[in-house]
């Protein structure tokens, strides 16, 4: 289990901000971020929706990945989003290994994370839904373990059957950063 170091930043609206972080093993050992496919951290919105900050987006850069260092950085505009409050969480997941997958007919159908979850999916098809039908459908009921279709044409009605997807491998690991943060207003 991943553990970020307690940490306490304050972020004022409207400034850049870089939250340097460093993630450990529940044993204190440094958390190897090497094959570390996806980073996301997530701030809270003063509209109650969620930013989220991601690594392939160069919003979140490794800094020294066998020690476990990463940096979150926050433009003007997204510290500007944030919710104005004292001691706020947030949170930081990391997805590692590759991809869940499979070809059917001329669609490749891929999770939307790395890890053995996405063996789970299991996509059935009528033959008269489109593949975005049913992958909109799987993608409804199932918020935290999404599908998409990687290729081929989504308005295309794949043939009767049914499909799982495989060759997942490692995992999601999320770890919540406690209090850790306050958004102050700008000073005028």
């Given at each position: 289990?991943?553990?970020?170091?307690?940490?306490?930043?304050?972020?004022?609206?409207?400034?850049?901000?870089?939250?340097?972080?460093?993630?450990?093993?529940?044993?204190?050992?440094?958390?190897?971020?090497?094959?570390?496919?996806?980073?996301?951290?997530?701030?809270?919105?003063?509209?109650?929706?969620?930013?989220?900050?991601?690594?392939?987006?160069?919003?979140?850069?490794?800094?020294?990945?066998?020690?476990?260092?990463?940096?979150?950085?926050l433009s003007e505009d997204d510290s500007n989003t944030l919710?104005?409050?004292?001691?706020?969480?947030?949170?930081?997941?990391?997805?590692?290994?590759?991809?869940?997958?499979?070809?059917?007919?001329?669609?490749?159908?891929?999770?939307?994370?790395?890890?053995?979850?996405g063996n789970t999916i299991v996509l059935v098809f009528d033959?008269?839904?489109?593949?975005?039908?049913?992958?909109?459908?799987?993608?409804?009921?199932?918020?935290?373990?999404?599908?998409?279709?990687?290729?081929?044409?989504?308005?295309?009605?794949?043939?009767?059957?049914?499909?799982?997807?495989?060759?997942?491998?490692?995992?999601?690991?999320?770890?919540?950063?406690?209090?850790?943060?306050?958004?102050?207003?700008?000073?005028?």
């Amino acid at each position: 289990m991943a553990i970020c170091k307690p940490e306490f930043f304050t972020i004022v609206k409207g400034e850049d901000r870089t939250l340097p972080l460093r993630v450990t093993n529940s044993d204190g050992t440094s958390y190897n971020l090497s094959t570390t496919t996806e980073i996301r951290a997530r701030f809270r919105k003063a509209d109650g929706s969620s930013l989220e900050q991601r690594l392939t987006l160069a919003e979140i850069t490794i800094i020294d990945a066998i020690n476990g260092r990463l940096a979150v950085t926050l433009s003007e505009d997204d510290s500007n989003t944030l919710l104005v409050a004292e001691r706020q969480d947030f949170s930081v997941i990391f997805d590692k290994g590759p991809l869940a997958s499979i070809i059917y007919g001329a669609h490749t159908y891929s999770a939307d994370h790395p890890g053995a979850d996405g063996n789970t999916i299991v996509l059935v098809f009528d033959g008269i839904k489109t593949a975005a039908v049913v992958v909109a459908a799987w993608n409804a009921s199932h918020v935290d373990l999404q599908v998409k279709i990687t290729a081929g044409v989504p308005t295309a009605v794949p043939a009767v059957g049914t499909i799982q997807l495989v060759g997942g491998i490692g995992g999601r690991r999320k770890v919540n950063y406690s209090r850790a943060i306050t958004v102050q207003k700008q000073a005028t």
